[in-house]
């Protein structure tokens, strides 16, 4: 029987929502998922249907949830549903929500220089996720966020930068795995276009994240 994964975009459209979840839903299709696009956040309504899921990607940057949305999502995380997504549209998404950032374990605060050149350092390589994948530079947004130390870190890149010289040097995660509940939650910050997902490494973690996390 197929792992099943819902992918629901939206939000702010300069991360091409639609874009990029047909890509993660392209290769999540290849990894043998059945696979369910919505672009409504009232998807996240059904509790029980939420739990029949293997994998849930959210693909929305900024944006507000409800509170009844919201608490159906981190219920069936914790239940054991899988999450898993990439850049804004899970690092920066529902910026009110405390709930799910802590479901996250980070949020986007700052990319300073905005689009820039940076270093990806692959920092466990044992990992699956990661196993066999070289560093790798990307012209993207550096993302600084605020990280929960509880994250498994397998990816990171250092901060040098002109408009804020005050956090060079700051060693920054930008690929992380974690649990909440019962749940698994992978996380990459690269994916501000379709372009990101044109790099091997990019491309391929965020496939194997997203197996990972399945249930």
């Known amino acids: 029987m197929k792992k099943k994964a ?3 975009y939206g939000g702010w459209d300069g991360h091409h929502p639609k874009e990029t979840s047909e890509i993660a839903a392209h290769d999540l299709r290849e990894a043998g998922f059945a696979v369910e696009l919505s672009d409504t956040l009232d998807s996240f309504l059904d509790e029980a249907r939420l739990k029949t899921f293997d994998l849930i990607v959210p693909n929305w940057t900024m944006g507000q949830i409800t509170g009844e949305q919201e608490g159906a999502l981190v219920r069936a995380i914790e239940s054991g549903v899988g999450l898993g997504g990439f850049h804004g549209g899970m690092g920066d998404a529902f910026r009110n929500s405390t709930g799910y950032q802590f479901v ?6 700052a990319h300073p220089d905005n689009g820039k050149d940076y270093l990806v350092h692959i920092i466990k390589n044992s990992d699956p996720i990661v196993a ?4 790798f530079s990307v012209h993207s947004e550096q993302y600084f966020m605020h990280v929960d130390p509880s994250n498994e870190v397998l990816a990171t890149t250092t901060f040098q930068t002109a408009s804020a010289p005050w956090i060079n040097g700051t060693v920054m995660p930008v690929v992380w795995k ?6 698994r939650v992978f996380y990459s910050a690269i994916g501000h276009s379709t372009k990101e997902f044109e790099i091997p490494q990019v491309r391929e973690i965020t496939k194997r994240g997203f197996v990972w996390a399945a249930r």
């Open 104 to 109: 996250v374990g980070g949020q986007f605060v």
């Open 178 to 183: 974690r649990k909440y509940g019962a749940g």
């Open 6 to 8: 819902l992918i629901v």
């Open 132 to 135: 066999g994948l070289s560093d």
